[in-house]
């Protein structure tokens, strides 16, 4: 299969940014239509399309949607997540950058069908251009009665803030984000069923829905369209409806933001990233640096679809694709990724505070030379200990590239806590390594 260009099909036009360049195109059709109708009606269109989160976990957005009470007796709240923190996804920061209607219209259609009063799209810190281009956007939005009071004269209400985050990675877990939104440190909270659900009491405790910039900007297209026409994409998978955008990175000659239809086999998807560079598949981390790596034989049978992952043993995730060469040491290559998530940990709970910190270590001094016997086995059991005994997502995420790096390529570890050095760039993955990480392991 080739791209299938809905979110992007306009992106490079840098008319499309401005309020006329999208109107132009046809943006805000799927409003005028939204607001046409009952807003139950939106969440059957949602229900139809079989859209599910775009931010990693491919929650069925319906749902959520469906599950703020329709008999409003207070402020309801919705959240945009535009922390995008998982190491290999830049995804959100495009559509933020050139489609940033897309995302305003979107969460318009959503603040209807959930009668919210109030959006607030938390940017990670970094994202300055993101967050101008969005300023920009709901000024314009504003200004032409596309928001604010009396939307288009529906009698709808809606005002949308944005704020920007310090970058910081657990913030983008959305109880974490809920609590840096509020002031509060940005650590996550108790959840369901120990707690109700965010749409229940989210937000100063208020029914809150929290959905990815991608899934809002999906919407427009829905309601447009239809949720029938937006279903017939992906229609070869199990369960995965519409398309999703892959940031392409590592070893290939054309790195960037690719949307495909869903049922796109991975291999059509390097095909696109014009193949790769510098030698061999070697390996892939398909969805970005939490989900489980594959080897070139899995990347072969791969089809980029939620379900249909699983069957490589991997995830779609947030859609950040990582090709790796042959030329790749892939015990450098986790000890990095485990060095991020161990300076991400927020430290609430013991078995992601301590065993993330473990694992880089082991991993460091292996990197080093200093790899001992029975490091594997000990790296295997600190990853059963993180693995769904953790406070919140951010454990999973930085035990599960560890696990799966040391059940595909076990003779790599072997090799260089054997010999102390790797058995793929003789030694030099550590100088190569930036400075930063070079500091580290001084
Ligand atoms: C540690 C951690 C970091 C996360 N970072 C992000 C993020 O940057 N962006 C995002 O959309 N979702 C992120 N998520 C997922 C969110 O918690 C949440 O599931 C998502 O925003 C829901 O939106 P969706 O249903 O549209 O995908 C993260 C989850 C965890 C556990
Ligand atoms: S798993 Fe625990 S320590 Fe790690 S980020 Fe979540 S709450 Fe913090």
């Not at 955008?245 to 390097?270: A, Q």
């Not at 679809?305 to 043993?313: D, G, N, Q, R, W």
């Not at 993180?386 to 995420?397: E, K, Q, V």
């Amino acid at each position: 299969m080739a791209e299938r260009k809905l979110l992007l099909e306009h992106a490079h036009d840098p008319a499309y940014a401005t309020l006329d360049g999208y109107l132009a195109k046809g943006g805000y059709a799927g409003l005028k239509k939204a607001l046409a109708g009952e807003r139950q009606a939106v969440i059957d269109e949602i229900k139809a399309s079989g859209l599910r989160g775009r931010g990693g976990a491919g929650f069925p957005t319906w749902i959520k949607w469906n599950g703020i009470t329709k008999d409003k007796k207070g402020p309801h709240y919705l959240i945009c997540n535009a922390d995008e923190g998982e190491p290999g996804t830049f995804k959100d920061k495009q559509l933020l950058e050139q489609t940033p209607f897309l995302l305003v219209e979107g969460m318009t259609i959503a603040a209807w069908a959930t009668q919210s009063d109030r959006g607030y799209v938390y940017i990670r810190g970094e994202f300055v251009d993101a967050a101008r281009a969005l300023r920009k956007a709901i000024d314009q939005a504003y200004a032409a009665g596309y928001l604010g009071k009396n939307i288009q004269g529906s009698g709808m209400d809606f005002d949308l803030y944005i704020h920007l985050g310090a970058g910081s990675y657990e913030c983008g877990e959305e109880s974490a984000l809920m609590s840096s939104l509020m002031g509060e440190r940005g650590m996550p909270r108790l959840k369901f069923p120990h707690v109700p659900l965010p749409t229940v009491a989210g937000l100063w405790e208020k029914p809150t829905i929290i959905n990815n910039v991608e899934t809002y900007s999906c919407a427009p297209f829905i309601l447009a369209n239809g949720g029938e026409e937006y279903a017939k994409l992906g229609a070869s998978t199990k369960n995965s409806r519409g398309t999703k955008l892959f940031s392409v990175s590592g070893h290939v000659n054309k790195p960037g933001n690719y949307e495909i239809e869903f049922g796109t086999t991975l291999m059509e998807l390097l095909d696109m990233a014009g193949g790769m560079k510098g030698g061999a598949l070697k390996a892939c981390v398909p969805g970005g640096s939490s989900v489980p790596i594959i080897n070139a034989e899995d990347c072969g049978r791969a089809v980029l679809a939620y379900e249909e992952m699983s069957e490589v043993k991997s995830m779609v995730g947030s859609g950040g694709c990582m090709f790796l060469n042959e030329h790749t040491c892939i015990v450098s290559f986790i000890w990095r990724t485990s060095l991020f998530y161990a300076n991400e940990s927020c430290g609430k709970c013991t078995p992601c505070r301590e065993g993330t910190k473990w694992m880089e270590q082991i991993l460091r001094r292996i990197v080093m030379g200093n790899g001992q016997p029975g490091d594997v086995e000990t790296l295997k059991e600190i990853c059963s200990q993180i693995d769904g005994r953790s406070f919140c997502g951010l454990g999973d995420a930085a035990a599960w590239p560890v696990a799966a790096a040391l059940r595909v390529f076990p003779e790599e570890f072997e090799f260089y806590i054997k010999h102390g050095r790797s058995m793929v760039t003789s030694g030099e993955s550590v100088a190569m390594a930036p400075a930063w990480q070079q500091a580290v392991l001084a």
